[in-house]
């Protein structure tokens, strides 16, 4: 009796498990404005169905399960796919670039400066003229390199 019961509930954390990673995927793919694109072209973000399903997925952005997210902006677009306006315009080319550029820029300025650690790395870098990025000065190299072989 008592193994049964040890199977059950090792079933059930198996089962628990494959859906606690089936839901973290598909939330981690909303931080990809192409994705969301296409779930509005397909008509899926206007069916009732899955409007409800985006509803019951925000316990993500609670703390006990928004610590799994690696990517912070899929909680930020499950917010916004709960208002039916957003999914209306999501739908928009103009839309989708909007908001990939907004996530590129937010990704590329998060954090200007190196922490501490990285000083050592932080002085081998160069700042490329009329760009706000940061090269390394070793990739320069490389890079260098093989456009001269």
């Given at each position: 009796m008592a193994d049964s019961v040890k199977e059950g509930t090792e079933e059930e954390r198996v089962k628990n498990r494959?859906?606690?990673?089936?839901?973290?995927?598909?939330?981690q793919a909303l931080?990809?404005?192409?994705?969301?694109?296409?779930?509005?072209?397909?008509?899926i973000l206007y069916q009732p169905a899955f409007i409800n399903?985006?509803?019951?997925?925000?316990?993500w952005k609670?703390?006990?399960?928004?610590?799994?997210?690696?990517?912070?902006?899929?909680?930020?677009?499950?917010?916004?796919?709960q208002h039916a306006e957003f999914r209306s315009e999501?739908?928009?080319?103009?839309?989708?670039?909007?908001?990939?550029?907004?996530?590129?820029?937010?990704?590329?300025?998060?954090?200007?400066?190196y922490p501490p650690r990285y000083s050592s790395h932080a002085e081998h870098c160069l700042v490329?003229?009329?760009?706000?990025?940061?090269?390394s000065t070793r990739l320069l190299t490389v890079t260098r390199s093989r456009t001269v072989l």
């Open positions: 494959k859906r606690f990673e089936l839901e973290l995927e598909f939330v931080a990809n404005p192409f994705y969301l694109h296409s779930l509005a072209q397909q008509g399903y985006l509803k019951y997925l925000l316990y609670e703390k006990d399960y928004a610590r799994f997210i690696l990517y912070p902006h899929a909680l930020h677009h499950l917010e916004l796919l999501i739908m928009k080319d103009e839309w989708r670039e909007r908001l990939n550029q907004t996530q590129f820029d937010h990704w590329r300025t998060w954090y200007v400066q490329s003229p009329g760009e706000s990025r940061v090269i």
